[in-house]
């Protein structure tokens, strides 16, 4: 929120204990965004591209563990898309100290 830039490669993951339907917004986000609701095992079951300041309220589909934001087109720009896994997702866990 209130960011006027994010560097090319750069993003932010949003971490829940436990898979839930997740509903985000761009309230006070001055830049557009790409974000990739992912599920527990890794795996991108949607990703939704978000306008500036924007405040109606884009819902996960199904429950997801993981919420990641981008600049807007980074997904295509890398040929990341829906169903694709994140690799090394074990390894995220034991860095958080969380259970999968």
Do not use: C
């Amino acid at each position: 929120m209130f960011r006027k830039k994010l560097p090319e490669n750069a993003g932010m993951l949003f971490v829940y204990d436990k898979e839930d339907f997740r509903r985000f917004w761009m309230k006070n986000t001055y830049i557009p965004l790409s974000l990739a609701y992912i599920d527990s095992e890794g795996v991108i079951f949607q990703i939704e591209e978000m306008e500036p300041l924007d405040e109606t309220p884009v819902a996960s589909m199904r429950p997801a563990r993981f919420v990641l934001e981008v600049n807007r087109g980074w997904f295509r720009k890398h040929g990341i898309g829906m169903g694709d896994r994140i690799s090394n997702l074990a390894a995220l866990y034991r860095f958080l100290g969380m259970e999968r």
